[in-house]
């Protein structure tokens, strides 16, 4: 990720059976620039109040019933929602979920700097260089989710200095070129609480707050009890030692929580029992099984 000089190449091409080998040596100035590695995910957590007649979204008030997005077991729903054929073939009821046609708007706030209230060592330094790769690396992966269903978005990124950015419709090369280019910062001039307070009288009654963020202090947690207020849902990522790549397959973890994290758990309860939804992510988890873990 970033904005890489090409530099001297060196190609080469071999004759046939390698009785000869032709090479050449090039200098190239060029820039090119690496954009953050995206996830295939499926986000569909904002809350959905703004009405799009005739556009599909998943708002489950205001069904399409003439297109079909999914198909899936039977459990409970109404007997006009089983589709008979597809029961028939699998031998078990399986029900039908159709489009609908609502959409929601969503902040997704994502701080790549040092947390504020621990101990900075060598520990946290190298834990926050590879937080802020995948922190990146998820922030992508949800926009990209999001804009292709032309959702509302404004990204704000907290780092060495603060980026906001919003664009109209399906636009989502233009908020990887920011995310590209972001960094963070272990003394940054600007903390997220600040620029949580700075958001805070923009929030309105219909929209989502996505909070991804390496550890949470004291200072955040009646901030962010605030935006619950305003808003209709917050969902905080917490993920300290970053995720899995969904190519990979899990494998074994001895890893536990730093001592801090331990704490904010503890801390977390008072958030969850206010409507905030905290997810506290381990190396060995996956983006998509994390958010389908959110109501």
């Known amino acids: 990720r970033g904005v890489k000089n090409i530099g001297s190449s060196h190609l080469a091409i071999a004759g046939p059976l390698s009785l000869y080998r032709i090479s ?71 029900c039908k979920e159709f489009d609908t046609t609502a959409q929601g708007s969503l902040k997704l706030f994502v701080d790549l700097n040092m947390p504020q209230g621990v101990l900075v060592n060598e520990t946290w330094r190298q834990m926050r260089k590879n937080y802020e790769e995948q922190a990146v690396d998820a922030a992508a992966s949800i926009l990209r989710d999001l804009k292709d269903r032309s959702t509302d978005v404004e990204l704000i990124i907290a780092g060495k200095e603060t980026w906001i950015e919003s664009f109209p419709g399906r636009e989502f090369v233009r908020y990887l070129d920011t995310l590209t280019r972001a960094t963070g910062s272990e003394l940054p001039d600007q903390r997220i609480v600040e620029v ?84 506290f992510m381990l190396e060995n988890d996956a983006l998509q099984e994390v958010l389908d873990l959110v109501p």
């Open 24 to 94: 050449r040596s090039y200098h190239m100035s060029d820039e090119v620039i690496v954009f953050p590695h995206i996830e295939e995910l499926r986000f569909s957590k904002e809350v959905l109040k703004d009405l799009l007649p005739g556009r599909r979204t998943q708002y489950r008030m205001l069904e399409d019933t003439t297109s079909i997005r999914n198909v899936r077991e039977y459990s409970t729903e109404p007997l006009n929602r089983i589709h008979w054929k597809l029961s028939a073939r699998y031998d078990k009821l399986m």
């Open 196 to 279: 949580l307070e700075r958001f805070l009288m923009q929030i309105y009654q219909n929209d989502t707050v996505v909070l991804v963020s390496m550890h949470l202090s004291d200072k955040e947690l009646p901030l962010i009890l605030k935006l619950r207020s305003r808003c209709s849902k917050v969902i905080i990522l917490l993920m300290p030692y970053g995720f899995r790549p969904a190519v990979y397959r899990p494998s074994r973890s001895y890893s536990m929580p730093h001592p801090e994290a331990a704490r904010l758990l503890e801390k977390s309860e008072l958030l969850v029992e206010n409507g905030v939804i905290v997810q």
